[in-house]
């Protein structure tokens, strides 16, 4: 645990209750996952997360702001289910569903969603020679062949019934965040050559995973490699602590008795279609546009070129 957080001076967000589709501009809604999957047999994770969060006929969602992009966001992410590259971890399948929270939480076809984030040791494709904090080895150490300006980012175009799969791992962490991983949220725009152009962000935030599973994981090869204090989701400064309304995922083991056969990870996005937050160079802090002091580095110069700009602004 990282104990300078108890200092931090950012503002908890609180999430919003809303019901009959009313919802703030900007708004996100993360009330864990509803089945949507006909191809697929429901699993108790997916029937507790349905169950908790459909209690009510009437009921939309539980609404957040949106936070902060962070200091690792890079335009020109590819269109792809599998994100990995070869970089080795934990297997992590994401199954996120996106509605409408201002029209009754109907599904939304066709919505962008573009996730990111840090691999096992804490580096982010395009940020390479930043310093993720404790003791870790060098990136390129790896052994992966993955392009060090691509790795662990991807879109997903939303089906008929709003849904989205990734299949990634399990993120590592760095110095001062807890795990997480980055979303945007798209309207509006179109597949052209294997990325997504146009159209508009809705939504920019993030998911977090529960503090037990993650260090469960962490004692793994290879994220044991990289050691230090990491950062729980209580002293983390983006977390608002509103579990699933703030972006906790609900986990479920694809072999309980064996973590490292991976995890499967749901939850539900309910956007505004006519709202717009790209999230750049919000949040609260000193620094990286997460709080506290950033992760140190530059992009290496063969990095796409919005890299730097996009890393400025966020800090």
């Known amino acids: ?10 503002t908890r967000r609180r999430a919003l209750a ?26 108790t994770a997916e029937a507790t997360a349905t169950a908790s969060t459909t ?18 966001y890079l335009d020109g992410a590819l269109v792809r289910k599998d994100i990995t590259e070869g970089k080795s971890g934990v297997p992590l399948t994401l199954r996120l569903t996106v509605v409408d929270a201002t029209d009754g939480c109907t599904p939304v076809p066709g919505a962008a969603v ?18 993720p904090g404790g003791s870790a080895p060098a ?22 019934n709003g849904v989205v799969k990734f299949e990634t791992i399990f993120p590592g962490w760095y110095t001062p965040r807890t795990c997480h991983i980055h979303v945007k949220v798209h309207t509006g725009g179109e597949k052209e050559d294997g990325t997504y152009e146009g159209g508009k962000v809705n939504y920019t935030g993030q ?24 950062t729980t989701l209580d002293d983390d400064m983006v977390y608002d602590g509103g579990g699933a309304a703030g972006g906790l995922l609900t986990l479920e083991a694809v072999k309980k008795a064996n973590p490292a056969r991976g ?37 290496p110069t063969d990095a796409p070129t919005d890299s730097a700009t996009a890393a400025e602004s966020a800090s």
């Open 139 to 160: 990136e390129s150490e790896d052994g992966s062949t993955a392009d060090d300006a691509t790795y662990l980012r991807g879109y997903q175009i939303a089906n008929a």
């Open 207 to 230: 998911f977090f995973f529960d503090d037990e599973i993650a260090q469960q994981v962490f004692t793994l090869e290879p994220y044991s490699r990289h050691t230090g204090s990491y």
């Open 114 to 131: 573009e996730i990111w984030h840090c691999d096992a040791w804490g580096y982010y494709s395009g940020y390479t020679t930043a310093n």
């Open 55 to 72: 209690s009510t006929a009437d009921a939309c969602m539980t609404l957040m702001s949106s936070v902060t992009e962070g200091p690792y």
């Open 18 to 43: 809303v019901t009959g589709g009313t919802v703030a501009a900007g708004g996100l809604a993360v009330a864990g996952y509803q089945a949507a999957f006909a191809d697929e047999t429901t699993s």
């Open 263 to 299: 995890y499967k990870g749901f939850l539900t996005l309910g956007i505004d279609p006519d709202a717009e937050n790209t999230g750049a160079g919000s949040g609260s802090g000193s620094g990286g546009g997460e709080g506290g002091t950033p992760p140190s580095g530059e992009p």
């Open 1 to 10: 645990m990282t104990g300078s957080h108890k200092s931090k001076t950012i």
